[in-house]
């Protein structure tokens, strides 16, 4: 059965771990996955204006940020930047414009694990 989520509405995964619709707009909808401290923000495209209005505290506290092509579009990567997360994954195979990212543009595949305190890259 597809429900469809309102803003800000959560849905648990499995025990710990959470999807909240951040906010959308025409372009998409964006994501906060979470599982205990660790938190990732998937703008999918939406608007960081849009995500700040509706879900303000969704831009906060960030572990990573997965962004591609259609989130620096328009919305500079210094916007992105000034959110500090410790990781940006790039979802794209075009080169990111974000130094030390880490994403499909440098290797076939990112894998993360999480006890939700910590976060590792495996392959």
């Not at 608007?47 to 620096?72: C, F, M, N, R």
């Amino acid at each position: 059965e597809v429900e469809k989520l309102l803003p800000s509405e959560i849905v648990e995964l499995e025990p710990g771990v959470q999807l909240t619709l951040a906010a959308e707009d025409l372009n998409g909808t964006a994501l906060l996955l979470q599982n205990g401290s660790l938190r990732i923000l998937i703008p999918n495209g939406v608007d960081y204006a849009v995500i700040k209005e509706v879900s303000p505290d969704a831009l906060t506290g960030l572990t990573a940020l997965l962004l591609g092509p259609e989130d620096v579009s328009y919305i500079p990567p210094r916007v992105w930047l000034n959110l500090q997360p410790q990781l940006i994954l790039w979802k794209d195979r075009g080169i990111s414009p974000f130094e030390n990212s880490l994403g499909v543009d440098v290797v076939a595949d990112v894998h993360l694990v999480s006890d939700g305190t910590k976060i590792w890259l495996t392959e």
